[in-house]
C-alpha cells in the first residue's frame, strides 16, 4: 500500500510538471524559441518579461498579435506572423508565456 501511494504522488509530480516541458517543446516547434529565450532576450524579448508586462487579461490581444506579427512593442525589429501555428497551439503557448514560462 506505501509503494502504491508514493507511485501515484510521484506519478502526479510528474504530470504537474509536463505542461512546462510539453508548452517549451511546441514553443521550439513552432520556431518561437528561435527568436526568444525564456529568461533573456534574443532577437525578441524574453518570455518572463512579457510576462511581467502583460496579464491574463490581455490574453485574448496577445494571440491575436502573435498570429499577425507585431512591431514597435520590443524595440524596431518586428515579429513576423505566425499563420502556421494552430490557434489551439498559440493559446496553449500564450498562456503558458503569461503564466512565466516555467
Known amino acids: 500500500m506505501k509503494s502504491a501511494l508514493i507511485s501515484a504522488l510521484v506519478a502526479a509530480g510528474v ?14 516547434k513552432s520556431g518561437c524559441m528561435a527568436c526568444h529565450a525564456v529568461d533573456k532576450k534574443v532577437v525578441g524579448p524574453a518570455y518572463q518579461d512579457v510576462a511581467k508586462k502583460y496579464k491574463a487579461a490581455d490574453e485574448a490581444m496577445l494571440v491575436a498579435k502573435v498570429k499577425a506579427g507585431g512591431k514597435g512593442v520590443w524595440g524596431p525589429i518586428p515579429m513576423p506572423p505566425n499563420p502556421n501555428v494552430k490557434d489551439e497551439d498559440m493559446k496553449t503557448l500564450v498562456k503558458w508565456i503569461l503564466d512565466g514560462a516555467k
Not at 15 to 28: E, G, I, R, Y
Open 15 to 28: 504530470l504537474a510538471s509536463a505542461p512546462a516541458f510539453a508548452n517549451k517543446d511546441l514553443a521550439t
